[in-house]
């Protein structure tokens, strides 16, 4: 009996679309091949290589010197008049100025979506007409970026005697010989900007009305040969020009340097050295990133080989690669580059993109085995799979879909996910449905392929298919015999809660800290804060002795390490010196980061002249103190509160969720000489620094406490109110804003995939069924991120969001085969049964692949290993309570879609939402997914009870 249908059954768009690709297959081969060439091009030579994206960040700088040796002067003539003419020009939010006894510093917040630039420019226009500064006071204006230094410099040089015999002085004057020299001869054509960072602040002296120098800034350069050494420096800053290539630009500044320290190194007795760019990081970075992304590729075709078959393996890495060098083009076309932040979304594409492909792959293999015509297998596979593939590829899509619209420093720093996973996600549905049926044409559907003659069932195939079976069993065992049927399912519904349960109180034990530190990194940064009244030689003979202990107790650790032409004495913008240390990698070193730190900051402990204070530099924002200001005209109110307020800090307990508690480690009060202003009010502040790495966590609990302990009695003693009390958390006020508002969008997110679900089910109940799969997911991950001891932060909530797409996709595979199978007039156990068996393979395949996809991301760089872990754990969990209790909630599902109406049905949901809503606003987390099917038991018990209590009246 021929396979091929009597009649020609109406084609869906689907189906039309993967049989044009089998029909056509010379064009389709043209359009692909144009397609990869264009992205093989976007990659090798088109895309901009960078680090981190470029991020518009609405803050600005205006500072510099004012000669007068006195800070209230500074402040009233300056400082306070400059912060009230700002705060009331345009896009401007809050202007916080800064006060010494010779230097002035204003930082500018500006609206959210500003061009600091743009802003920035128009400012310093605005105060040249107004004349509001004094003649002899010097203002430089400058937009705030993640830059190292105020001038925006892409590459810095320092410039040394090896010999130790050059005085500062003599060094600034062998720079400027080195800038002319590189200059004139162009030895950096990519440069917009070389300058030297002048350690002298040069200006007027009121008083006098002469010139006056003096040294506000000093520099050490060390670095690594046969032992460590360091030297008095001064700083050469490089701007690369706009639109250049960082990487190129660093490798001119490196040619540069050996043709200068060949040229001049005996002539002018100094060496120059590259002592920062991010191009050897962004090198880094993209290699391993690269490599994941090979590996993962890899570890497709060898996990595609064992499940399904070797030649759908080829096909499934081939279209890979198709969609991900398509993505790469439309990167390219719509001016993004190719950085940490896109070639990360890349590597995260591997584990969603595998499904289409795959799922098409399997569905193809598994038709031609029951089939001889190579045309019909594709029809009938597109049909039994696109409706499946299309829900989970918008499931997905929408899963992501609210990074899209985070607002503020956070949303521009990681708007290249979304953009890069959902476009990948489309294309990799148009490779499905168009390019796998035609490649499949020539690889898998030859006829020698074809029907059960064919290939013969690989050892994992015959695997599968017992497990299949074996999960199938107990579930046709129950058919037509009701207290089996109940018995399962009470079993289902214990296994399944206990898993959620669990997995909610465990996540109670998690850390929350948006921007976690990693667990190894490559850069520290040690800050000295120096007593007050140091001069500049002071400073320097401390910084020195710094070095020594840093030098002997880093040793072999120790790569370079240089103050950035910034070490200061605390005036102006500048509060102290920060050494910023590079460390071998962490590839080649056996201590981590943190153990080092650990160390160093012992060390200093008791260390005599200064504070000094050893972090982490991570990729993302630097970690923020908590800050409390008080504000008031009146010093000697708020220096009486801010003394109490640095008391009860210094005593104060923070009890964590968990139980846990922190302190402050260090608490100081703001150098009273300095003169601050926020929206030009007067304040002083005390900051402290926790003991703890989970800063968001810690943030809002010291926030808390310190509201809680200064009430309207206790400042009202020095004539002060609660409302005078204000906090400064830096950029972390920020990340939490950003964030909240994806706590706040995750109910949205998941009302539209619960419509989008009813509309392609035509059903109200399957997908809340189908949701499931998302409280399945906890219980790996809470597990996962306490045993790996990683907090829950914006990279892991990103991994959440992307394990929604993932997981969903499991139940959506079940459910829709099912339904398939009930139009064919089978009974709901049969169909159930048969979906398990039928889809087993596919649902294996698929997140077995995204799992040993994701594991070279994890093991490439510690900054990626929570997110990675959220997504294997919780992939791993989702996966096994779907294959082995799911099946029974989807007959439950169907029992119930038989005996409630519809109208009942809905007040089912109304409940559901409001119990839901209640348990968020409860912030008992995850845990809140339980309304679901809480509210599945609930409602059937309560309309018996108001049933019987009708009945009696």
């Given at each position: 009996?021929?396979?091929?249908?009597?009649?020609?059954?109406?084609?869906?768009?689907?189906?039309?679309?993967?049989?044009?690709?089998?029909?056509?297959?010379l064009?389709?081969?043209?359009?692909?091949?144009?397609?990869?060439?264009?992205?093989?091009?976007?990659?090798?030579?088109?895309?901009?290589?960078?680090?981190?994206?470029?991020?518009?960040?609405?803050?600005?700088?205006?500072?510099?010197?004012?000669?007068?040796?006195?800070?209230?002067?500074?402040?009233?003539?300056?400082?306070?008049?400059?912060?009230?003419?700002?705060?009331?020009?345009?896009?401007?939010?809050?202007?916080?100025?800064?006060?010494?006894?010779?230097?002035?510093?204003?930082?500018?917040?500006?609206q959210?979506?500003?061009?600091?630039?743009?802003?920035?420019?128009?400012?310093?226009?605005?105060?040249?007409?107004?004349?509001?500064?004094?003649?002899?006071?010097?203002?430089?204006?400058?937009?705030?970026?993640?830059?190292?230094?105020?001038?925006?410099?892409?590459?810095?040089?320092?410039?040394?005697a090896?010999?130790?015999?050059?005085?500062?002085?003599?060094?600034?004057?062998?720079?400027?010989?080195?800038?002319?020299?590189?200059?004139?001869?162009?030895?950096?054509?990519?440069?917009?900007?070389?300058?030297?960072?002048?350690?002298?602040?040069?200006?007027?002296?009121?008083?006098?009305?002469?010139?006056?120098?003096?040294?506000?800034?000093?520099?050490?350069?060390?670095?690594?040969?046969?032992?460590?050494?360091?030297?008095?420096?001064?700083?050469?800053?490089?701007?690369?020009?706009?639109?250049?290539?960082?990487?190129?630009?660093?490798?001119?500044?490196?040619?540069?340097?050996?043709?200068?320290?060949?040229?001049?190194?005996?002539?002018?007795?100094?060496?120059?050295?590259r002592?920062?760019?991010?191009?050897?990081?962004?090198?880094?970075?993209?290699?391993?990133?690269?490599?994941?992304?090979?590996?993962?590729?890899?570890?497709?075709?060898?996990?595609?080989?064992?499940?399904?078959?070797?030649?759908?393996?080829?096909?499934?890495?081939?279209?890979?690669?198709?969609?991900?060098?398509?993505?790469?083009?439309?990167?390219?076309?719509?001016?993004?580059?190719?950085?940490?932040?896109?070639l990360?979304?890349?590597?995260?594409?591997?584990?969603?993109?595998?499904?289409?492909?795959?799922?098409?792959?399997?569905a193809?293999?598994?038709?031609?085995?029951?089939?001889?015509?190579?045309?019909?297998?594709?029809?009938?596979?597109?049909?039994?799979?696109?409706?499946a593939?299309?829900?989970?590829?918008?499931?997905?899509?929408?899963?992501?879909?609210?990074?899209?619209?985070t607002?503020?420093?956070?949303?521009?720093?990681?708007?290249?996910?979304?953009?890069?996973?959902?476009?990948?996600?489309?294309?990799?549905?148009?490779?499905?449905?168009?390019?796998?049926?035609?490649?499949?044409?020539?690889?898998?559907?030859?006829?020698?392929?074809?029907?059960?003659?064919?290939?013969?069932?690989?050892?994992?195939?015959?695997?599968?298919?017992?497990?299949?079976?074996?999960?199938?069993?107990?579930i046709?065992?129950?058919?037509?015999?009701?207290?089996?049927?109940?018995?399962?399912?009470?079993?289902?519904?214990?296994?399944?809660?206990?898993?959620?349960g669990?997995?909610?109180?465990?996540?109670?034990?998690?850390?929350?800290?948006?921007?976690?530190?990693?667990?190894?990194?490559?850069?520290?940064?040690?800050?000295?804060?120096y007593?007050q009244?140091?001069?500049?030689?002071?400073?320097?003979?401390?910084?020195?002795?710094?070095?020594?202990?840093?030098?002997?107790?880093?040793?072999?650790?120790?790569?370079?390490?240089?103050?950035?032409?910034?070490?200061?004495?605390g005036?102006?913008?500048?509060?102290?010196?920060?050494?910023?240390?590079?460390?071998?990698?962490?590839?080649?070193?056996e201590?981590?980061?943190?153990?080092?730190i650990?160390?160093?900051?012992?060390?200093?402990?008791?260390?005599?002249?200064?504070?000094?204070?050893?972090?982490?530099?991570?990729?993302?924002?630097?970690?923020?103190?908590?800050?409390?200001?008080?504000?008031?005209?009146?010093?000697?109110?708020?220096?009486?509160?801010?003394?109490?307020?640095?008391?009860?800090?210094?005593?104060?307990?923070?009890?964590?969720?968990?139980?846990?508690?922190?302190?402050?480690?260090?608490?100081?009060?703001?150098?009273?000489?300095?003169?601050?202003?926020?929206?030009?009010?007067?304040?002083?502040?005390?900051?402290?620094?926790?003991?703890?790495?989970?800063?968001?966590?810690?943030?809002?609990?010291?926030?808390?406490?310190?509201?809680?302990?200064?009430?309207?009695?206790?400042?009202?003693?020095?004539?002060?109110?609660?409302?005078?009390?204000?906090?400064?958390?830096?950029?972390?006020?920020?990340?939490?804003?950003?964030?909240?508002?994806?706590?706040?969008?995750f109910?949205?997110?998941?009302?539209?995939?619960?419509?989008?679900?009813?509309?392609?089910?035509?059903?109200?109940?399957?997908?809340?069924?189908?949701?499931?799969?998302?409280?399945?997911s906890?219980?790996?991950?809470?597990?996962?991120?306490?045993a790996?001891?990683?907090?829950?932060?914006?990279?892991?909530?990103?991994?959440?969001?992307?394990?929604?797409?993932?997981?969903?996709?499991?139940?959506?595979?079940?459910?829709?085969?099912?339904?398939?199978?009930?139009?064919?007039?089978?009974?709901?156990?049969?169909?159930?049964?048969?979906?398990?068996?039928?889809?087993?393979?596919?649902?294996?395949?698929?997140?077995?692949?995204a799992?040993?996809?994701?594991?070279?991301?994890?093991?490439?760089?510690?900054?990626?290993?929570?997110?990675?872990?959220?997504?294997?754990?919780?992939?791993?969990?989702?996966?096994?309570?779907?294959?082995?209790?799911?099946?029974?909630?989807?007959?439950?599902?169907?029992?119930?879609?038989?005996?409630?109406?519809?109208?009942?049905?809905?007040?089912?949901?109304?409940?559901?939402?409001?119990?839901?809503?209640?348990?968020?606003?409860?912030?008992?987390?995850?845990?809140?997914?339980?309304?679901?099917?809480?509210?599945?038991?609930?409602?059937?018990f309560?309309?018996?009870?108001?049933?019987?209590?009708?009945?009696?009246?």
């Amino acid at each position: 009996m021929s396979d091929i249908p009597a009649k020609p059954k109406r084609l869906t768009l689907f189906q039309r679309i993967s049989l044009l690709a089998f029909d056509r297959p010379l064009f389709s081969l043209v359009i692909w091949l144009t397609i990869l060439a264009f992205g093989i091009a976007s990659y090798t030579t088109l895309l901009k290589r960078e680090g981190f994206p470029d991020v518009s960040v609405p803050y600005s700088l205006i500072n510099g010197p004012y000669l007068v040796n006195d800070a209230a002067k500074v402040d009233s003539e300056v400082a306070k008049p400059l912060s009230q003419f700002i705060v009331d020009q345009a896009d401007v939010k809050n202007v916080t100025s800064s006060a010494g006894g010779n230097f002035f510093s204003i930082v500018i917040e500006y609206q959210e979506g500003t061009n600091s630039e743009t802003a920035s420019n128009s400012i310093a226009e605005a105060v040249k007409s107004s004349s509001i500064l004094p003649e002899q006071a010097r203002a430089n204006f400058q937009p705030l970026g993640n830059d190292i230094n105020e001038r925006g410099d892409d590459v810095l040089l320092s410039v040394y005697a090896p010999k130790g015999d050059k005085t500062t002085s003599e060094l600034v004057e062998a720079a400027r010989e080195l800038v002319t020299t590189i200059k004139r001869d162009n030895l950096i054509p990519l440069s917009a900007d070389i300058a030297v960072i002048d350690p002298y602040v040069r200006g007027v002296d009121p008083v006098t009305g002469k010139p006056a120098v003096r040294q506000t800034t000093f520099d050490r350069y060390g670095l690594r040969t046969d032992q460590n050494n360091f030297y008095n420096s001064v700083t050469i800053g490089i701007k690369g020009a706009d639109g250049a290539d960082i990487l190129k630009l660093d490798k001119q500044a490196t040619e540069a340097t050996n043709s200068l320290n060949a040229a001049k190194s005996d002539t002018l007795g100094v060496n120059v050295k590259r002592s920062y760019s991010i191009a050897p990081q962004i090198t880094d970075q993209i290699n391993n990133l690269q490599t994941a992304l090979l590996e993962g590729l890899v570890a497709v075709l060898v996990v595609c080989a064992l499940l399904i078959a070797i030649r759908a393996s080829i096909i499934t890495v081939m279209s890979m690669v198709l969609v991900i060098t398509a993505t790469l083009a439309l990167l390219y076309v719509i001016g993004y580059s190719l950085n940490v932040i896109t070639l990360f979304s890349l590597v995260l594409c591997l584990s969603l993109i595998v499904d289409d492909t795959i799922i098409m792959v399997e569905a193809i293999d598994a038709q031609r085995r029951k089939l001889k015509n190579a045309r019909e297998v594709i029809r009938r596979a597109s049909k039994k799979i696109s409706r499946a593939m299309v829900a989970a590829t918008v499931t997905a899509t929408i899963g992501f879909a609210p990074l899209l619209f985070t607002g503020g420093i956070l949303g521009s720093f990681i708007r290249a996910i979304p953009i890069t996973v959902i476009a990948s996600l489309f294309i990799s549905l148009i490779v499905a449905l168009a390019f796998i049926p035609f490649v499949s044409k020539y690889v898998l559907l030859r006829p020698k392929h074809l029907g059960k003659d064919g290939d013969e069932e690989s050892p994992a195939h015959k695997s599968e298919s017992r497990v299949a079976s074996l999960l199938a069993r107990p579930i046709l065992w129950s058919r037509h015999h009701r207290p089996r049927q109940w018995s399962l399912g009470i079993i289902a519904l214990v296994v399944g809660f206990s898993f959620i349960g669990v997995g909610g109180a465990l996540f109670q034990k998690v850390t929350f800290n948006i921007f976690a530190p990693t667990k190894d990194s490559d850069q520290i940064a040690l800050t000295i804060a120096y007593p007050q009244g140091t001069n500049i030689i002071e400073a320097g003979q401390i910084a020195d002795r710094v070095i020594d202990i840093v030098d002997v107790t880093l040793g072999d650790s120790f790569k370079q390490a240089s103050f950035y032409g910034q070490g200061s004495i605390g005036q102006g913008a500048n509060q102290g010196a920060t050494l910023y240390i590079d460390l071998q990698s962490f590839k080649k070193r056996e201590p981590k980061s943190p153990e080092l730190i650990t160390k160093l900051n012992a060390t200093f402990k008791d260390f005599d002249g200064a504070i000094i204070k050893t972090a982490q530099i991570d990729a993302g924002p630097p970690t923020a103190n908590f800050g409390v200001r008080i504000a008031s005209e009146n010093s000697a109110s708020a220096l009486g509160l801010a003394g109490e307020v640095e008391e009860f800090m210094r005593s104060v307990e923070l009890k964590r969720p968990d139980g846990t508690t922190a302190v402050f480690k260090t608490v100081s009060a703001a150098n009273p000489d300095t003169i601050s202003r926020l929206n030009a009010e007067k304040f002083l502040s005390v900051n402290g620094e926790f003991d703890g790495a989970d800063i968001s966590t810690l943030v809002l609990l010291a926030q808390a406490a310190v509201e809680k302990e200064f009430t309207e009695e206790r400042t009202a003693v020095y004539g002060l109110s609660p409302d005078d009390i204000s906090f400064d958390i830096g950029q972390e006020g920020d990340n939490q804003n950003a964030f909240k508002a994806l706590i706040i969008a995750f109910p949205l997110l998941l009302l539209a995939i619960y419509f989008f679900l009813v509309w392609q089910f035509r059903s109200l109940l399957q997908p809340a069924l189908i949701f499931l799969a998302i409280p399945f997911s906890i219980f790996g991950i809470t597990t996962s991120l306490l045993a790996t001891d990683n907090a829950f932060s914006f990279f892991t909530m990103l991994g959440f969001f992307a394990l929604i797409g993932l997981s969903i996709k499991n139940t959506i595979l079940l459910t829709d085969y099912a339904n398939q199978a009930r139009r064919e007039g089978k009974s709901a156990t049969e169909s159930i049964a048969l979906a398990l068996q039928e889809r087993f393979r596919p649902l294996i395949a698929t997140s077995l692949t995204a799992i040993v996809s994701l594991i070279p991301l994890v093991l490439s760089n510690p900054f990626w290993e929570g997110l990675g872990i959220t997504l294997i754990f919780g992939l791993l969990s989702s996966t096994f309570l779907v294959i082995t209790v799911f099946p029974y909630y989807y007959l439950g599902a169907e029992y119930l879609r038989l005996k409630i109406s519809r109208g009942a049905f809905l007040q089912w949901l109304i409940l559901a939402a409001i119990v839901l809503g209640l348990l968020l606003y409860l912030k008992v987390g995850p845990a809140a997914m339980l309304a679901i099917p809480l509210t599945i038991i609930i409602v059937p018990f309560a309309r018996k009870i108001l049933h019987r209590h009708r009945s009696l009246r």
